[in-house]
């Protein structure tokens, strides 16, 4: 009697487990095959230039841009320069173009006019302002896909040599040291910045992290910073 009854029970088993997969199909909830997934990366290409890229953040959105995009109209740059292929650019957002909120870190709050925090560009020579813009331009690609593992590598900018030199009159930096060539130095670091971004690409090796990196546009990389980014080449170099 034992023996039926113990028979009785796997059948029930059997009857409710089929029951809760018949359910689970029903309900929509399709059972796994196998556990060979096919992954899905994101695509880190964007089908559109940098220039792009940036006037189409600074209108709409967040428009995380729309502060670097006053930066660049007032200085009179030629945008032509965020077109032209094969190159790095170092894009600031909103939070590095900043009178408040992650102010410290703003480019404000890092050059000074006349020991103050300017509110905006304009307290600023028109020449400055281009300068700082094309320091941020590199020729060549530099992402995590050509940047060697931990070693420096050191970039020339955009910025005319002999530039950073000196400040203009009346513009402080703390720190400043001359910059003759206009280098610049990334790096891939070898640790991850509080669990948040694993290996960043690092500017001048100040702890400057690249917020969003590897955006790849028609005409080269994109980095996104959301600090100042510095022309002091670092003392050290790695």
């Not at 841009?65 to 740059?77: D, H, K, P, T």
């Not at 000196?166 to 513009?171: N, Q």
């Not at 910045?193 to 028609?218: F, W």
């Amino acid at each position: 009697m034992e023996k039926i009854n113990l028979i009785k029970g796997k059948i029930i088993v059997f009857l409710c487990a089929a029951v809760f997969i018949s359910g689970c199909s029903l309900a929509g909830l399709d059972l796994q095959k196998d556990y060979n997934r096919t992954p899905h990366t994101l695509d880190p290409h964007i089908n559109k230039s940098a220039w792009a890229f940036i006037k189409e953040r600074a209108a709409t959105g967040d428009k995380t841009f729309e502060r670097l995009m006053a930066g660049i109209v007032y200085s009179g740059i030629d945008t032509t320069e965020y077109m032209k292929p094969g190159r790095t650019f170092i894009v600031l957002n909103k939070d590095a173009v900043s009178v408040t909120g992650k102010a410290p870190n703003g480019v404000f709050q890092n050059f000074l006019v006349n020991g103050k925090a300017p509110a905006d560009w304009t307290a600023y020579p028109k020449e400055f302002v281009k300068n700082y813009l094309l320091y941020l331009i590199v020729p060549g690609e530099y992402n995590h896909y050509t940047l060697p593992p931990i070693k420096s590598v050191e970039v020339q900018t955009l910025s005319p040599k002999g530039y950073w030199n000196a400040l203009p009159a009346g513009i402080t930096l703390d720190g400043f040291a001359a910059n003759p060539d206009s280098k610049m130095f990334l790096r891939v670091s070898n640790g991850s910045n509080g669990n948040t971004q694993d290996y960043p690409i690092l500017i001048n090796d100040n702890n400057n992290n690249v917020r969003t990196s590897d955006i790849l546009a028609t005409n080269g990389t994109v980095h996104v910073v959301e600090r100042f980014v510095t022309p002091i080449l670092p003392s050290v170099v790695y």
